[in-house]
Structures are given as C-alpha cells and as structure tokens.
C-alpha cells in the first residue's frame, strides 16, 4: 500500500510539472498568435495586454541618414509613379505646365502696380491744365468767376437783416439787394433806404466790436433841409410828411436842425427802437454804399422796397 501511495505521488508531481512546462510554453507563444491575420477580428472586441518585457524583440535605432533616405523615398514614390504612368515624357509635360503657370501670373496686372502708376491729384490737375478741353473749361470758370465778383463789388450786393430797427418794412432775417451804381447818375433823395458804413460818432453809443458795422435807415432830409420832430411827427421845411412805412410815432423830440452840405439825415422806420441821426448825428454821403431796391428773402415778402 505504502509503496503503491508513494508511486501514485511520483506520478501527480510529474503530471503537475508538465501541466505548468506546458501553461509556461503557451503564455510565450500568445504574443506571437496575436499577430497572426486569423486572430485580427478578435482586436474588435477584446483589448489584449501588453506582452512582458523580456519577450520583446531588441530594437535597434536608425542612423539619421537612413532616416531622411526612406522620408525621400516616401515624398518620391508619388511624382516617380505619376511619371512613369505618363511616360518617358512626363517630367518635361509637368515642366512645360509649371513655366506656363509662372508665365501667366507674370502678365497678369496686380493692383499695387496700378496704384503705383496712377498719378497723383496735383499730376492729374496738371494734365487737366495741359489739356485742350481742360483749358477751355478753366477758361470759362475765370470769366464766370470774374463777372460774378465784379457784379457783387460795383453793381449790385446781397444783404441780410440783423435787427428790427427798419420793422415792418424789414424783419430780422429778411435779404435784398442792394443797387451800387445807380448814385453816380441819380442823387440820394428823402425817403430813399439806404446801406452805409457806420459814421465816427456811431462808435460813442455802442461796443467796439461794433463800431465798424454797416447799418440801414431811411433818408429823412437831404442837405439844406430844416428837420424837426414834434409831437411824434416829422416835419421837414414846416411840412408834415406822410409816413406809411412807420411802426409807431416817435416818442422823443428833435430839432429844429438844418442838414449840413455833404450830409443827409436818416431815422430807422421803427422810430424808438432804433440808433440813428436823432441820437449820434448826419450821415456823410460818402459813407453811403448804396440802395436797397429789391427784397427777395423770404419769398412771401419779395418785392420792391417802400419809399
């Protein structure tokens, strides 16, 4: 019995060890089956480990060169296979399309090169000058401006109205024309409205800064005649005169006053609240400019002036 239960151990040990040579020799080979094409579909469900260090296979690094030798051959085997699929003459074909490429760009116009050549706004205006079209037109710009600019200086001037002092014939903002020629054919008469270069004695009753402004008023009396203001009328050489365009009596007194020669006396049509020869004196005729003839702002008062 003894030697029958000592036989039966020898017997398991031995199976025991074959049992673990044979686990040992299939865990070596599993890294090798695993690379085997029949075991690729088990990759879609299973993760495999990582094999044991020490049954990898050394690597042996790569020198630089042999490194950049198999980069060149990768980057070629496309344009060596395009060439050897269109022939001995491929190369020269791609060559040709490639000079065409270049050439095509070459002549087309780049933008920068059009603003480089442009020329600038004095060169154009120069150009225009030179031109034949250019100097008729600037021609007729001088000749237009020149008529104008004589117009407004010597014959007729445009004015606007900064106060009430001649309401109701003037409002504030009312414009007319005024007639620059006319005085040297036609003397100055009562009742004419006129514009005029404010005279010294004005500056005593006003500020500085308006001490040299033009003013407008109405021709009273010429030189020679006898001038009073009584009981809010005006009497010229004793007679009464008829004032339609007057706003309102005058609420002072003046005269009896003889115009001196070379003068004429002139009251604003709203006779209290204006400046005029009442308070700082006569007008010098020089100082006349000329007369308003014509009120054409705004369109619903146009017209002739009142005298």
């Not at 005006?234 to 008829?242: A, H, I, S």
């Not at 002139?266 to 308070?279: A, C, Q, T, W, Y």
């Amino acid at each position: 019995t003894r030697k029958m239960t000592a036989s039966m151990f020898r017997r398991d040990l031995v199976l025991m060890l074959l049992a673990c040579t044979a686990a040992a020799v299939v865990s070596a080979a599993m890294p090798e089956l695993s690379s085997l094409p029949s075991r690729k579909k088990l990759s879609a469900g299973f993760v495999p480990a990582a094999p044991s260090s020490m049954l990898r296979r050394p690597s042996v690094a790569s020198p630089p060169s042999a490194k950049r030798a198999r980069v060149a051959r990768t980057s070629l085997t496309p344009a060596l296979r395009m060439s050897s699929n269109e022939g001995p003459d491929g190369k020269s074909k791609a060559l040709e399309k490639l000079a065409s490429v270049d050439k095509g760009k070459k002549e087309e116009p780049s933008d920068s090169a059009d603003e480089e050549d442009r020329p600038g706004f004095v060169q154009e205006l120069v150009n225009w000058f030179n031109s034949e079209d250019g100097r008729e037109e600037a021609f007729q710009w001088t000749v237009t401006f020149t008529l104008a600019l004589s117009f407004r200086i010597f014959i007729l001037e445009p004015r606007f109205i900064p106060s009430l002092s001649m309401y109701p014939t003037f409002e504030v903002g009312d414009q007319l024309a005024v007639d620059k020629v006319s005085k040297f054919w036609r003397e100055y008469q009562r009742k004419d409205v006129v514009v005029f270069r404010s005279p010294p004695a004005f500056a005593k009753y006003v500020d500085k800064g308006k001490s040299e402004e033009d003013l407008i008023k109405r021709i009273v009396a010429i030189e020679g005649d006898k001038v009073q203001v009584k009981s809010g009328e005006l009497y010229v050489n004793g007679e009464l005169v008829n004032e339609p365009y007057r706003f309102e009596d005058a609420e002072y007194d003046y005269g009896p006053k003889v115009v001196p020669k070379g003068c004429v006396l002139v009251f604003g049509d709203n006779r209290n609240e204006s400046l005029d020869s009442h308070i700082w004196g006569e007008l010098p005729k020089e100082n006349i400019i000329g007369r308003a003839v014509i009120k054409y702002w705004p369109p619903n008062r146009a017209g002739t002036v009142e005298n």
